[in-house]
């Protein structure tokens, strides 16, 4: 249970400001200041998803809370975002971490600041504190980086081990296509919310079309991506993640590369949520008095023992049943000195056997859970013995009287194979398996064929010819009882996660020359404790519903006769939602993935939104509604987007685009 706080040691004040850039655009902003004569350190959170409303109600679970222990807390909207000027970008481009630096610069300069500024946020929050990081503007001394990550290309939500994502390519493309397109707010914004709502729009194109014109590892990907220069980043970096976030692994990461001095790591049991507001799966952790401790140090020069902490904190999962949501997970936190660890040993388990053929059907993935869980009740993955059934599947038991198998890190697989065409890809689950046939999907990981090379290439495969071929899986911490067995899953489908690749013929494996290694740990005695989350008073927002009480989250369709297969996703992001400066806010959205058993130039990903903005006392009343589609043929990716944008019922903006981006590497 999160504790709310209302007793603070500062009393603090509020208002909302426009922080100017040097090209004279103004950026909105909301500053929450302790009430003190005393110039104090500024905490600055960047990002595009508007602070008036959608953020708003997170907003003020954590700003207020720092400005009552002595720091000015700055929540910022990004250039041609919410309230704030300018036309919009692609995500982080140079424009909008130029401008981060500006806004750096600026809160160091005014009086009630010290001089001394940190930043912190999640998701894309967390993505530009480290690029701004890595820019090194002088006074930014510190950064909080949760669920973020240090590679754009392949760890991101657009590839994944080289292959197109194709559930999270085209959702989040959809999604901020929608969101590109709402209007300033009239209360906020003032007379000229129309006017720059017109500029906005006209500005507007899919993010898709970018980001399926880079299908490797090029220059578009390795701007942004921090991994690129490590020692670029000379502010002290706190990163945090969860094991049900995708960004787990840029944590181990950067506590790997980064100075010890100026670095610290924390993953928990999390999805893609800040650990102290208590969605599942838990537990949640006193995070804004963990992140307090790091500001102290950092920006007040406090003497706490903040960087005596073990450099990686990191949950380990106790085996427990598969479901698609957990309020807790059973496990306990772990300590380790360094990274890689003194604790963790790789051990290898060869697979052995037969030359076996894996041509998994394309619907073989439907059950991976969503590639962003948010504790939503369908989010994670259920049984997995419907996918394993469509896989070559390598079982290691654990004795039943021996110790616990823990691991913590990267599992990695070395397969020995031959491609039975020039494109294909391998995908990887690690299961733990129970004494009754239940399969928990434990971590996973994908190869596209023609990155086998590197990323930043695209080789075809030879058919018929062996290769061995390694990749890792997602990071994970997890302990395998004694009487499980540990289950290496392969398959050459993964359905809507990975993009199928023209032809569907998979691969002949040599179980002889593959094997699974595991990132074994010593089990420590370990202390690692933390506060009972706690947070400043609720906005107050109260939610009347969603447009479709009775829309399933995640539904699964199955025309036998046809042998296609449709998932229906309802993100969930928040329905209606109504403020308490008279905002009513509501937003509707439905992604489906569709594809047939024996054809992978069947599927086909879509998705629409629907999002109404209306204040009663203006007479204000706007809408937005955008559909997007992607489908393929065996030479080129077609995309389809629409938007229709209406002001007072009448349509102000109607625009469709039709793009056509050949298969490179995809």
């Known amino acids: 249970m999160t504790k709310i706080r209302t007793d603070f040691p500062y009393e603090t004040r509020h208002e909302d400001i426009r922080i100017p850039l040097p090209d004279g655009t103004r950026l909105y902003a909301r500053v929450w200041r302790p009430l003190t004569d005393e110039p104090v350190p500024a905490?600055?959170?960047?990002?595009?998803y508007r602070l008036t409303d959608w953020t708003a109600p997170r907003d003020w679970q954590r700003h207020p809370w720092y400005a009552g222990h002595g720091y000015a807390s700055v929540?910022?909207?990004v250039r041609g975002h919410g309230n704030s000027e300018g036309l919009p970008g692609d995500e982080y481009d140079a424009v909008e971490l130029a401008d981060g630096v500006a806004v750096v610069n600026w809160l160091a300069e005014q009086e009630w600041c010290t001089g001394r500024v940190g930043m912190f946020g999640i998701s894309w929050g967390g993505f530009n504190s480290l690029q701004i990081a890595a820019l090194a503007?002088?006074?930014?001394?510190?950064?909080?980086?949760?669920?973020?990550?240090?590679?754009?290309?392949?760890?991101?939500?657009?590839?994944?081990?080289?292959?197109?994502?194709?559930?999270?390519?085209?959702?989040?493309?959809?999604?901020?296509?929608a969101f590109v397109c709402r209007p300033p707010d009239p209360r906020y914004a003032g007379e000229e919310w129309r006017e720059l709502w017109l500029r906005r729009l006209e500005a507007v194109e899919p993010f898709v079309h970018t980001w399926l014109s880079h299908q490797t590892r090029d220059d578009y990907w390795k701007h942004g991506s921090v991994c690129e220069d490590y020692p670029a980043i000379r502010a002290a970096v706190l990163a945090v993640g969860g094991w049900h976030d995708p960004y787990r692994d840029t944590v181990l990461r950067l506590v790997e590369h980064l100075p010890q001095d100026r670095v610290r790591g924390i993953i928990g049991p999390w999805?893609?949520?800040?650990?102290?507001r208590g969605l599942p799966p838990g537990p949640a952790i006193g995070f804004l008095q963990e992140t307090l401790r790091w500001w102290d140090h950092h920006l007040k020069d406090a003497p706490n023992d903040v960087m005596a902490e073990p450099l990686l904190r990191a949950w380990i999962s106790d085996s427990h049943p598969p479901a698609t949501v957990y309020e807790e997970l059973p496990g306990r936190w772990a300590a380790d000195p360094s990274w890689p660890s003194p604790n963790v040993t790789p051990v290898t388990y060869g697979f052995g056997g037969e030359p076996v053929v894996v041509s998994s059907p394309q619907q073989t993935g439907i059950d991976a859970g969503r590639f962003f869980p948010f504790g939503n009740d369908a989010d994670l993955p259920p049984d997995q013995r419907d996918e394993d059934a469509h896989s070559a599947c390598f079982d290691f038991p654990v004795p039943q009287d021996g110790a616990p198998i823990e691991i913590l890190g990267r599992p990695s697989v070395e397969v020995r194979l031959a491609a039975a065409a020039a494109t294909g890809q391998v995908v990887a689950r690690l299961c733990d398996i129970a004494p009754d046939g239940s399969s928990t999907l434990v971590t996973r990981g994908a190869l596209n064929l023609s990155a086998r090379y590197g990323r930043d290439r695209a080789v075809d495969a030879q058919p018929g010819a062996w290769e061995t071929c390694r990749f890792e899986l997602n990071g994970i911490g997890h302990a395998f009882p004694p009487g499980h067995r540990?289950?290496?899953?392969?398959?050459?489908?993964?359905?809507?996660?990975i993009w199928p690749q023209p032809d569907a013929a998979g691969f002949t494996l040599d179980p002889a020359g593959s094997s699974l290694t595991l990132p074994v740990r010593a089990r420590t005695e370990d202390t690692v404790t933390f506060e009972e989350p706690e947070q400043s008073p609720p906005l107050g927002v109260s939610s009347p519903g969603t447009l479709d009480e009775s829309r399933p989250e995640r539904l699964v369709l199955r025309d036998v006769a046809k042998g296609e297969w449709t998932l229906q996703v309802d993100p969930k992001y928040g329905g209606t939602r109504v403020y308490p400066d008279g905002l009513e806010y509501t937003e509707d959205a439905v992604e489906t993935y569709t594809i047939a058993e024996d054809d992978p130039l069947s599927a086909r990903a879509g998705s629409e939104w629907h999002i109404r903005l209306h204040r009663p006392e203006l007479a204000w009343d706007v809408t937005i509604d955008t559909?997007?589609?992607?489908?393929?043929?065996?030479?080129?990716?077609?995309?389809?987007?629409?938007?229709?944008?209406?002001e007072g019922g009448e349509v102000v903006f109607h625009r469709t685009w039709e793009k056509r981006i050949p298969r490179t590497a995809g």
């Not at 905490?43 to 595009?48: D, R, T, V």
């Not at 999805?271 to 102290?276: F, L, M, R």
């Not at 065996?634 to 987007?641: G, P, V």
Request: proline share 6%; aromatic share 10%.
């Open 43 to 48: 905490l600055l959170e960047y990002l595009p």
């Open 75 to 77: 929540r910022v909207d």
């Open 137 to 177: 503007p002088e006074p930014l001394k510190a950064v909080v980086t949760v669920c973020s990550t240090d590679d754009r290309y392949d760890n991101d939500v657009h590839y994944m081990g080289g292959s197109v994502l194709g559930v999270d390519m085209h959702a989040w493309a959809a999604t901020m296509l």
């Open 271 to 276: 999805s893609h949520q800040y650990p102290d």
């Open 486 to 497: 540990v289950r290496l899953a392969l398959s050459s489908a993964y359905w809507p996660w």
């Open 627 to 646: 559909r997007s589609e992607i489908s393929c043929d065996a030479d080129a990716f077609h995309t389809s987007d629409e938007v229709v944008c209406k």
